[in-house]
């Protein structure tokens, strides 16, 4: 049998919907199992006088490999109002289930009393500023955890720099994960 052009475009089209039939369930399969093990956290508003701040999601997807390196991102959605042209900070916190902090590696994702913290520069240049899937990428490397399953949450601030310092604006409810450490 010979394919003249149209034969072609129709096994184009074929295979194309045997990748959309076959292939795509299977992978929402698995989003739908990854999501099982992810708590999603609900709004929480803080206000520091007339500005103010809110979140509206926080999305954890596991087994993210970023330039060869094993890690989590957080995704994150939230909101920023009356500080326009100012410079901030959006930070990822982590915490045991039983509230104590977890230890990072190194300076560079530690907090100053050594929490695992990864945090990001956000420009606020919108009276309005609505930021939607803003990715905080956590090597799985950075915990220091004992061997075994752990209970895990995280949570997230975000920071308005004023002169030297940073001023707390608003802070997420927690997501909940499990995390194996081998």
Known sequence: MELNGAGYGCLAVVSIAAVVLFVVPQISDFVDEMSEETEVTTTNTASSGKSKGSFKDIRLEHGVNKNGVQGMNAIVDFEVKNLQGCEGLCSLYFVYDNGADVKGRTDKNTSSDGQLAISTKINLIYK?????DLTLFVPY?????????????????????????????????????TLTQN
């Open 141 to 177: 490397n950075e915990f220091v955890l004992p061997v075994g399953e752990h209970k895990l949450k995280c949570y997230c601030v975000i920071w308005l720099k004023e002169d030297s310092s940073y001023k707390q604006i608003a802070t997420s409810t927690y997501a909940k994960f």
């Open 128 to 132: 309005t500023s609505c930021f939607t």
